[in-house]
């Protein structure tokens, strides 16, 4: 059964440079999750979208930004990057509908190292 | 935490006993869930209880809720050292479009 996949799976950049993760849900999977986990941490929420429109938004930094477009593959604009912003984002799908809560199906994640 | 806490932070157990993890929360929830993770894979959905359930059973998991104090428990039962992971409980507040994690318990099954 085809899986949430997130790219890349590792990413190497510099401070102050900016990176783009994607995210392709399952098929027919209407919400779209965006998380962050450091190392020893719990996932923190950043932001979700339902058929397209932000839905519900988390403690995500003003430099970061994410969309899902028409083919409802989503992807997280990080700009400025951070030493802190070093983590593993996961990306996670559902097929719930607006505010039902169903399971979330989580990609393998993207480990971002920021030098 | 953006949600509450988990307890124990860690526990390990010998192979076959059985392990208890607690989790309190702090709004009104739609449901609460049942996450795994194996060290720096992705989450996997275990179970799922809703707000109006007070008890579920999957396999080997037992979850009980009590919504009056907030809280739940997720029990497995003759653990295998395959059970070795963190276990984390997330939330659906009513009326929001997102899961919220709590801090999660780190078990360890010792064969």
């Known amino acids: 059964a085809a899986g949430v996949i997130q790219s890349p799976r590792h990413l190497i950049k510099e401070k102050r440079e900016t990176a783009t993760l994607k995210c392709y849900p399952i098929?027919?999977?209407?919400?779209v999750y965006w998380y962050q986990q450091g190392p020893g941490q719990d996932p923190q929420f950043l932001i979700s979208?339902?058929?397209?429109?932000q839905s519900d938004k988390g403690s995500i930094p003003d430099r970061f930004s994410a969309q899902q477009f028409s083919d409802y593959h989503s992807e997280l604009n990080m700009s400025s990057l951070e030493l802190g912003d070093s983590a593993l984002y996961f990306c996670?799908?559902?097929?719930?509908?607006w505010g039902q809560g169903e399971k979330l199906f989580f990609g393998s994640g993207t480990q971002l190292s920021v030098l | 935490s953006q949600q509450g806490e988990e307890d124990p932070q860690a526990l390990s157990i010998q192979e076959g006993e059985n392990a208890t993890m607690n989790c309190s929360y702090k709004?009104?929830?739609?449901?609460l869930q049942w996450y795994r993770q194996n060290s720096g894979r992705g989450l996997v959905h275990l179970i799922l209880?809703?707000?109006?359930?007070r008890e579920k059973h999957s396999g080997r998991l037992r979850v009980t809720l009590d919504t009056s104090k907030k809280s739940s428990s997720l029990l497995i039962t003759a653990s295998r050292a395959a059970d070795t992971a963190s276990y984390f409980c997330?939330?659906?507040?009513?009326?929001?479009?997102?899961?919220?994690f709590g801090q999660g318990t780190r078990l360890t099954i010792n064969p």
């Open positions: 979208f339902y058929e397209k429109m």
């Open positions: 709004t009104s929830i739609n449901n």
């Open positions: 209880i809703r707000s109006n359930e």
């Open positions: 098929p027919r999977h209407d919400t």
């Open positions: 997330a939330t659906f507040a009513q009326g929001a479009q997102k899961l919220v």
């Open positions: 996670a799908s559902s097929a719930s509908g």
